[in-house]
């Protein structure tokens, strides 16, 4: 089984800056793509950012710019710097991974118990 447990977020004003991170454990073969995806009230789940384990980054449209995912493969750590942010990034974000827990096994997504991140205006 694979756990996700995040951290940081909180309150902030627009314009502002918060960091996320979390940190994958548990017993598993294997870790494949980490990143986040977030839910606002109302509305479905949507990406964020990914990385890959080859470093690669996807971003969604509307946080391009403003926010920036890195990772340290050591630690099974993601991270999540958000800049400048807006109203609209109100949102309950959530950590996700695919993950193996052996070789025979088929990846499985695992998701994060979610924090809030709220901006004001």
């Known amino acids: 089984q694979v756990q996700l447990v995040e951290s940081g977020g909180g309150l902030v004003q627009a314009g502002g800056s918060l960091g996320l991170s979390c940190v994958a454990s548990?017993?598993?073969?294997?870790?494949?793509?980490m990143g986040w995806y977030r839910q606002a009230p109302g509305k479905q789940r949507e990406l964020v950012a990914t990385?890959?384990?080859?470093?690669?980054?996807n971003y969604a449209d509307s946080v391009k710019d403003r926010f920036t995912i890195s990772r340290e493969y050591r630690k099974n750590t993601v991270y999540l710097q958000m800049n400048s942010l807006k109203p609209e990034d109100t949102a309950v974000y959530y950590c996700?991974?695919?993950?193996?827990?052996?070789?025979?096994?088929?990846?499985?997504?695992?998701w994060g118990q979610g924090t809030q991140v709220t901006v004001s205006s």
């Open positions: 548990g017993n598993f073969f294997s870790l494949n793509a």
């Open positions: 990385m890959s384990n080859a470093g690669n980054p």
């Open positions: 996700h991974t695919k993950a193996r827990r052996s070789i025979l096994d088929d990846e499985q997504n695992y």
